[in-house]
């Protein structure tokens, strides 16, 4: 039969009293001689609570009262929780559980944060995270770990996609992110292996994007007459960018002790895996000329804002008459594709782009176009 935990209301016992002469309330938990204790920061004098019970010399008795039963009321429901998966519940367990928002009925976001905020996952990985999850909470307010079922994501991905008309790649990897939680989840004894919600709920394939920007369509961007000297800046960064394959973010961090001897260093802020590129040969070394014009790398990186310089890359793509929907992150399709092009191996591309998987190159960035299979039957089948 299993033990049920008591619970005790009382002053902490290790005497130790403030320069206001109070000491602090705690919830002892007591089960078969095992004992741990729950801080509840309020601090009252020796007489104003007996017996377990906030007196009437005490100015805020009632709210502390309140504040007290609410404590209790949510210990004794994980408690219940506990017991119910089949799993002991000691003192012990019972108080992690409490701190690290633990248990089934914690909020999403209090249990996301107690996994993600002190793990060493990057700090880009932890704000997609709290994205996350602020989506979901305008999807339902207070949502509940519990609250995640089978039903629940499949009226979440309905409200993306028909609601907020987000892309289908968009929703796949929040899906993922989600998935990867309730795995944490898991592993931490809040959810068993049966009430995973995506024991039996598949996400699809994200498509890969197979647009990119052709040579002839980059040299038209690198003789456009540019409106001001504004405009200029932001396409030499863009082409940049299509040389060398950086990401926005990386290109905005960029600094002169990054550059040496033709090679430009990166720490991607992404995975944390460092890239070098020797932006002095690639390209015929077009990247290097673009950034010497420049006074230093610090004020070639200094362009502004993302949504500002998306919108000045696509005027600057409307006037050199290139009808693709041009933004940031095409400069690194096209980076890609275009080294497949010119005969690179896979291998290599995965080098210039940093990524950790080869896969990943495969399927994101090395699109082969016909123009390229044409040449390769025309050499293989030369007489």
Not at 22 to 50: D, F, K, M, P, W
Not at 197 to 203: D, G, N, Q, R, S
Not at 315 to 339: D, F, N, P, S
Not at 351 to 373: I, K, N
């Amino acid at each position: 039969m299993i033990a049920k935990i008591n619970y005790n209301i009382t002053l902490n016992r290790n005497g130790y009293v403030n320069r206001k002469g109070t000491r602090e309330v705690v919830i002892e938990l007591y089960q078969l001689g095992s004992r741990a204790t729950i801080n509840t920061h309020i601090y009252v004098t020796a007489g104003e609570l007996l017996f377990g019970r906030f007196q009437e010399c005490c100015p805020l008795r009632v709210e502390y009262t309140r504040i007290i039963d609410e404590m209790v009321q949510e210990l004794t429901r994980i408690e219940m929780e506990i017991i119910c998966s089949h799993r002991e519940c000691t003192p012990r367990k019972l108080r992690e559980a409490w701190r690290n928002n633990l248990s089934r009925s914690a909020l999403l976001s209090d249990f996301m944060e107690s996994v993600v905020g002190p793990s060493s996952r990057k700090a880009n990985t932890k704000a997609s995270y709290r994205t996350l999850v602020k989506g979901l909470e305008e999807f339902m307010p207070g949502l509940r770990i519990k609250d995640i079922n089978y039903d629940f994501l499949e009226r979440w991905v309905n409200w993306q996609r028909d609601v907020k008309g987000m892309k289908e790649n968009t929703i796949i990897g929040r899906l993922k992110a989600l998935r990867c939680l309730m795995r944490e989840a898991i592993k931490r004894d809040v959810l068993t292996v049966d009430e995973d919600p995506f024991k039996a709920y598949t996400i699809g394939e994200m498509k890969a994007k197979k647009e990119f920007l052709t040579e002839p369509e980059l040299q038209r961007l690198e003789r456009v007459e540019c409106a001001d000297g504004r405009h200029a800046h932001v396409r030499d960064a863009f082409l940049f960018c299509c040389y060398t394959g950086i990401r926005w973010g990386d290109f905005r961090s960029l600094r002169s002790a990054q550059l040496r001897n033709g090679v430009l260093t990166v720490d991607q802020l992404k995975t944390g895996h460092i890239v070098e590129i020797p932006i002095a040969y690639i390209f015929g070394g077009k990247p290097l000329d673009i950034i010497q014009r420049y006074p230093s790398v610090e004020s070639f990186a200094d362009i502004g804002h993302n949504s500002h310089c998306n919108q000045l890359i696509r005027e600057v793509a409307v006037a050199a008459g290139i009808k693709k929907h041009v933004h940031w992150h095409l400069a690194r399709h096209t980076c890609g594709t275009l080294l497949n092009q010119r005969g690179l191996m896979m291998q290599e591309i995965q080098h210039v782009l940093g990524h950790q998987r080869l896969e990943t190159t495969e399927r994101h960035y090395a699109a082969t176009s016909f123009d390229q299979v044409k040449k390769s039957v025309r050499k293989a089948f030369k007489r």
